[in-house]
C-alpha cells in the first residue's frame, strides 16, 4: 500500500481516484504521519462488507441457538430511553 501526505491527495484527488478505480491500487493517506483514511477500489470495500454481513448472520444464528431469556421490545426501549 501506498501512502501520501493529504496535502497531496487534495491537489491529486481526480488522479488519486483513478489510480485506484482503474488500477486497482490501495492508498492509504497521512497527516504528520498518522494514518487517516484509505481511497481503496470499490470492490473492496463490498467485499467488506459482504464479510461483515456473514459475520453478523453467523452471530445472529449462534445467538438464537443458545437461546437466552426473552425480553420484550417495550422493555428494551424503555431501558434505551427511545
Not at 482503474?22 to 493517506?29: A, N, T
Not at 470492490?43 to 448472520?57: G, K, N, Q, T
Not at 441457538?65 to 420484550?72: E, H, Q
Request: net charge neutral.
Amino acid at each position: 500500500m501506498t501512502t501520501i501526505p493529504i496535502s497531496e491527495a487534495r491537489e491529486h484527488l481526480a488522479d488519486l481516484g483513478n489510480r485506484v478505480s482503474l488500477r486497482g491500487e490501495r492508498l492509504v493517506i497521512e497527516r504528520r504521519g498518522k494514518h487517516l483514511f484509505a481511497l481503496v477500489p470499490v470492490e473492496d470495500v463490498e467485499l467488506l462488507e459482504r464479510l461483515e454481513d456473514e459475520r453478523d448472520l453467523r452471530l445472529a444464528k449462534k445467538a438464537l441457538k443458545d437461546g437466552g431469556p426473552n425480553i420484550s421490545w417495550d422493555k428494551v426501549r424503555k431501558e434505551l430511553g427511545l
